[in-house]
């Protein structure tokens, strides 16, 4: 499985952006999306994930401002982001598991998109 990310950019605190993960190879073996983030300095973070079935979870520091939606068809998972804030500041990653993989692994990664948001 190959993952794209997409859409990242320089956006003003208060904006949005959309990110966009395209997957190619054997899509047919993902159950679990997901996105990251790095934040200069930091470790990488959870963000959001879905599942085949639209099940969805967020991190507190995005519930309410980022929705995470996928198209089974396109094998394509989205984020949009609303209400952007300098914390959010990041490169964002995708990533894809398997049914067989456990709640916090991930086997396949994008290569990530980077977003700044200035205040």
């Known amino acids: 499985v190959q993952l794209q990310a997409s859409g990242g950019g320089l956006m003003q605190a208060g904006g949005s952006l959309r990110l966009s993960c395209a997957a190619s190879g054997r899509t047919f073996n993902i159950y679990k999306m997901g996105w990251f983030r790095q934040a200069p300095g930091k470790e990488r973070e959870f963000v959001a994930h879905?599942?085949?079935?639209?099940?969805?979870y967020y991190a507190d520091s995005v519930k309410g401002r980022f929705t995470i939606s996928r198209d089974n068809a396109k094998n394509t998972m989205y984020l949009q982001m609303n209400s952007l804030k300098p914390d959010d500041t990041a490169v964002y990653y995708c990533?894809?598991?398997?049914?067989?993989?456990?709640?916090?692994?991930?086997?396949?990664w994008g290569q990530g998109t980077e977003v700044t948001v200035s205040s």
């Open positions: 990533a894809a598991a398997p049914q067989s993989a456990g709640p916090l692994t991930y086997d396949y």
């Open positions: 879905i599942t085949w079935s639209s099940s969805t």
